[in-house]
């Protein structure tokens, strides 16, 4: 396996000098440091976070700083981010909310910025609560709005996507589907969405599993996608990219090269070539459901519809649950006799063999997370899921 500098720079202890020489120019100290999140690219970019102890004149704070080797080399960068070299690898550093593939990240984490926002599309709360509760750096964040009588999510992209995503809320709103209402966007790069009454699928395994609606209430719900979302750009499919993300893996843990290699061979064998002709949400699964009692009150992050498989669809949310199995003993037999129980339902409509192929190939790009979100013995977490995805091709 390729050394990859970049991955070895961000993630290992030289990385602490970067940090400690864009922190001097703020007039701070680094403390304390570990890796937060890693998102690699073999031969393109390394994006890393980290939970950093800072010192400073007021003090020591927690900070989360980024960096990251895909930025340019030459040119000027974003005002707060700092481009450094080794001597080797040239590396942009930033502190959040600075971060460069994201300029609307700084006003959707400040309540002022945000309250100018919010009386742009006429909604004026009192005072407001900002919760950051999802954040990939340079790829997206999600920030929760609570004030009186207000609910609202911060959907923060890159700028060039923002306008595509409300289209695709207004194309499926308008088709019935209960997806988030988008009240507007901004150029930088912030979609407001109304909130949604409901608990994540997700949320109501770990209370116990029930009620939850059976494979047919899914497939009708896919079923309703209306044909326009097969005029938006195609994107491709977790198993369209199942050699890449046993490149990811097997980077990150150079003794399981070839098995990462010789699954991703097997996926595509089996799959085969067939064509993306169906209306596809492109990251269905548990999180992405709202139920209220046992019906569907929500479908989140339509960030991927577009031309694709229905077979995919009903990979990822099998793929997901049998991983989600995995990580909690706890609600293991819960999670797995639902997924039995829709596997069943959903091969009645797709072919069998097609649709397991499809679920391993989901379960190797779902092998990355333990390593990118730095889980503990991620090795083994790694591990786990790659034995996972042999036995759905078994």
Do not use: N
């Amino acid at each position: 396996m390729t050394h990859d500098p970049g991955l070895a720079l961000l993630t290992g202890p030289d990385v602490e000098d970067l940090l400690a020489a864009a922190l001097a120019t703020t007039g701070q100290e680094l403390a304390g440091w570990r890796v937060r999140q890693v998102d690699h690219r073999p031969g393109a970019s390394t994006t890393v976070s980290y939970d950093a102890t800072v010192r400073g004149p007021d003090g020591t704070e927690h900070q989360v700083l980024g960096a990251s080797t895909g930025l340019p080399t030459e040119g000027d960068l974003p005002a707060g981010v700092l481009r450094l070299t080794d001597g080797t690898s040239t590396v942009a550093v930033w502190r959040f909310p600075l971060d460069p593939g994201l300029p609307a990240l700084a006003t959707a984490t400040d309540e002022d910025a945000v309250r100018r926002l919010l009386a742009s599309f006429g909604i004026r709360p009192g005072q407001l609560r900002l919760d950051v509760r999802s954040y990939r750096p340079r790829r997206r964040a999600v920030v929760e709005v609570r004030g009186p009588g207000c609910r609202l999510f911060l959907k923060v992209l890159r700028p060039k996507a923002v306008q595509a995503l409300h289209a695709r809320h207004v194309l499926l709103r308008e088709a019935g589907l209960p997806v988030p209402r988008s009240l507007g966007w901004s150029t930088e790069g912030l979609l407001v969405l109304e909130a949604l009454g409901g608990t994540t699928l997700r949320t109501r395994l770990r209370e116990g599993g029930a009620p939850a609606p059976d494979g047919r209430a899914l497939l009708e719900l896919l079923g309703r996608l209306p044909a326009g979302v097969l005029d938006l750009p195609a994107r491709r499919s977790w198993t369209d990219e199942v050699a890449h993300y046993a490149r990811v893996t097997a980077t990150a843990l150079p003794g399981e090269a070839e098995r990462c290699r010789q699954l991703a061979d097997r996926v595509q064998e089996r799959v085969g070539d067939r064509p993306a002709d169906e209306p596809s949400h492109g990251d269905f699964y548990e999180t992405q459901l709202l139920l209220d009692g046992g019906r569907i009150s929500g479908l989140l992050d339509v960030d991927t519809a577009g031309p694709g498989r229905r077979a995919d669809d009903l990979a990822c949310l099998l793929a997901h649950l049998s991983v989600l199995a995995q990580m909690e003993p706890a609600h293991r037999e819960t999670t797995t006799a639902l997924g039995a129980a829709w596997q069943g339902a959903f091969e009645q409509v797709t072919d069998p063999s097609e649709l397991r192929a499809r679920v391993a190939g989901v379960v190797v790009s779902l092998a990355t997370g333990p390593h990118r979100v730095q889980q503990d013995d991620w090795p083994s977490a790694t591990r786990d899921r790659l034995d996972l995805a042999e036995q759905w091709l078994a």
